[in-house]
């Protein structure tokens, strides 16, 4: 898995650390990565389909997620995260995500979306935008 | 993995939720887990040798993390957060950590601490103090 | 200012500081300050009122916020954050804050929240319930 | 104070906001807004005097900080922060910040650093290398 290069990502959108990712040894803490995981999902989603995923009739929520930490990072860095569909069902998805300073993996991670009913809170069908928009990631 | 339970966890230590951790759904956000796991080892390490750990001649580097969320939580809720030991190797500790609100299990996760020297970032024995707070957990 | 003590608060909340609280100095970031007065406010309402106020007919948006930095606090610590009434008006409350550690204060603070109709954005009245509240405070 | 303007601005430094930074409303919590001041004032300080400034003889702790919130931002959006020196002591530093949403100022406020001894905490005369940044702000 360390050998995932840029070319493996479909999507990649930058991401700025932020002082306070930093940790008390000056290195960017590993909760940090997953506000990156989030940001770069949901940016993703809103930007692709054009609408506001919250205002959807089923909402994504957040089953499972992983990190793999390789090259430190650290404030102020500019990295890329990349995005690619590892798997596809019916009512979830799930992701491969990639953290980039340059050319150099410096994390790799997964992430897991169930698409659920808003006030039931039970798995339903992936909405049409957002499949649509996964097609382009196929 | 989902029958785990506070009697699996020889430590459990409080946790508060905090505004912030609710997303724009409602629900605690995926990251904030990991603020929880993080606070929850370094804390009870730090009470448990005694010492502020980071200033031992070796540092746990987080290489890797990962978490299941069973059933949502939110603000205001008071949490205990379970820790175990998975696997302890000769540089490496990996801890099982569950989050619990009462006796249900919200979530339940991995974290991996590496110990390094400060210095070099090159992975080295685990510190004494450490292994004897580890002895506890066995 | 400085002369603020516990008892200058009627309500005292406890609050934990987070391993990702600290920066790099090793003492908590400015910010993790907001977080805990945030916590804070909203959920003395909430225990208050005994509702959800973010289903209340109008919610408190933050217009400003400020706060003085005393004396250091840092992971892991105990915190009590006094609450107070500093203003009341016909749409908007100002609340003063203080960050104890047993008696010490470590920071002080104000926190203005502007009751606004939630699909306007319009100020409007206190909510009854959020009066009552406050009614308490005085 | 609300007719700021960008080119009030020597300074102006982009800023993502993150999915994470909106709170249960939708918009962003008002904590993250001092999140990006730090980051603006320190990266700058890092762009600028081209070290690492934790290895300074002397950090810069932040003993205030304020905020007035006028336009809710979200997420996904891109702002500029700007940066402006409101008042340099010779032991202290009032920065000025402006959260701009293309010409739209969003919100604004104050960032105090005093410079201090790492090892005891005192106030101490500004590194000449912060003062020669500062100098470019004047």
Redesign the interface.
Known sequence: MNTLARADFPVLR???T???D?????HV????Y???F??TV??WL??TTGVDI?MLPA?G?????????VH?VT??DRLDIGLALEHRGRTSVRYRLGVFRDDLLCAHGQFVHVYVD?AT?RPTQIPDLIGKALDTLA
Chains 1, 2, 3, 4 share one sequence.
């Open positions: 930058p991401q700025q932020r002082w306070s930093n940790d008390v040894y000056g803490n590993n909760a940090a997953y506000l990156w989030d940001s949901n940016g809103m930007d919250r909402i929520v957040v089953v499972e997620t992983s990190c793999r930490f430190e404030f102020p808003p809170r």
